[in-house]
Structure formats: C-alpha cells, structure tokens
C-alpha cells in the first residue's frame, strides 16, 4: 500500500487525538464504572487501558530511540508499506467501529493492580508522547527507521508500519474502553 506521508501522520495524529479526548473523559468517571467488566471473559475499561500501556512501554521507547538515532533526513512524500507491518496494521484497524476479536499474547494481558485512575493518567502521558514522536517523525524517512516488534527485536518494522499498527492498536482498545463502559 501506498499512502502520502503527510497524510499517514496526520492520520496518525487524529486518531491519537480523539483517544486522549475520549480517555480524558474517563477522568470524571467513577472508579467502580471504569473496573466493571461487561462479562467475565471481557476487560473493563481500565484493563484495555493497562494492555494498551504495556504495549506504549515497549513502542514509545523504541519508536523514540530510533527516530533520535535517524540522520538521513527526509523521506518521499510517500510511504509505502511493509509486507509484515502492512499485515500487522491491518489486523489492528478498526472497521466501521467494528474490530476483529484476537487473543492478546499472556505478557501483555492486563495486570489485577491497573484498577486505579493512575492507569488513565500514565495512558494519557503515553498519547502526549506519541504526539511529540508523530512530530519528530515529519522530518524523517519513515522507511529507513525500524522499529523491533513486542513479539521479537528480530522483528522489525518500518517507522511508519509502526505508528499504523500502534494508533489502530490504541484505537481497537479505545473502542473496546468506551464499549465496556457502556455496557456496564
């Protein structure tokens, strides 16, 4: 797939918005409303935070410490994607608010202490940093920077494929966070 950088970033960017509008508003929610799971097999809003906090621990530094690296200046005004990181992404997106349901790997299922209001707050600086990198990343081939997956620092993927699997990721849970939310 091909797609114009600048709008891959701004894309990137608006999604990443509209999840810190949406997580901000679980600030004023009351703490039982946010632990409650719409079933016993589902997540409550906070664990879909924690799961999405867990993956920002590993992408967030490893996006920052290679874009920081990055001395080649600007790429094409297109990107294009990889095969893996294309397939990734795909999974993750959203459909019409619609989202494919996958088991999450056991390392990164939510953790029982991420039922506080902290959880809203470190996800909400994570998604302030995502800006900052997403800025960064203007003036950067987002080709050539590779970015090692969760899975394996064997897998890596390009810079680009990395901020499309991430935000869908982030949005999929967002998504998920509003339904339980509903729901409960």
Known sequence: M???TKNLLEEMRSI??????????FRAMDIVALQ???????????????????????YLPAMGK????????????????????????????????????MKAPKDKL?????????TVERFLKQQEELLRLLELARSTNLRHVHVPTSLSPLIRLRLGDTFRFYV??????????QRALSLG
């Open 110 to 118: 939510p953790s029982s202490s991420a039922q506080s209001i902290t």
């Open 168 to 177: 869908y990721h982030i949005e999929r849970h967002v998504l998920q966070a």
């Open 36 to 58: 409650r799971k719409p079933s016993p097999d589902s997540w409550s809003a906070l664990e879909c935070l924690d799961h999405l906090c867990q993956y920002g621990d590993h």
């Open 2 to 4: 091909k797609i114009a």
């Open 16 to 25: 990443t918005e509209w999840a810190i509008r949406t997580v901000s508003e």
């Open 66 to 101: 290679n874009l920081l690296g990055y001395k080649g200046g600007e790429g094409p005004d297109k990107f294009h994607t990889g095969v893996v990181g294309g397939y990734f992404a795909g999974l993750m997106k959203a459909g019409n608010g619609r989202v494919t349901l």
